[in-house]
């Protein structure tokens, strides 16, 4: 398995509107000891705990020979005719994940945008 399936893997698929996202390292076996990995932000309407989220996403990945970890989620609110996101809060079942890092990867698809993060509410 070469590194395309890691690198196809969109770095940010999330939805408009308020719902809840997870953070998610990716896992690659390279051969050995030795693993590649990248990460990545998930956040669907659709998904009524983190979970759901997450087993949307593991299916996906373990399709195309790649593993994953959940590590951490929260809440983002995003307003595309505002281009605004805010990343805030976390996830009972998997920790807080880590926002700061939430939004630097937000920022590879929506340069453009006012992104902000709090560790305030729920």
Not at 36 to 59: L, Q, W
Request: contains cysteine; negative net charge.
């Amino acid at each position: 398995m070469s590194e395309k399936e890691l690198e196809a893997v969109p770095d940010v698929d999330i939805d408009s509107g308020v719902f809840k996202y997870v953070y998610i390292r990716v896992y690659q076996d390279a051969g050995g000891d030795d693993t590649n990995e990248k990460d990545i932000v998930r956040g669907y309407n659709f998904a009524e705990y983190h979970s759901d989220v997450y087993d949307k996403t593991e299916s996906e990945l373990t399709a195309t020979g790649l593993d994953s970890e959940c590590l951490g989620g929260g809440r983002i609110e995003h307003k595309p005719d505002k281009k605004y996101i805010k990343v805030y809060g976390y996830s009972m079942g998997f920790g807080k994940a880590n926002h700061e890092k939430a939004v630097e990867i937000l920022k590879t698809k929506y340069p453009d945008y006012k992104i902000v993060w709090s560790d305030e509410g729920y």
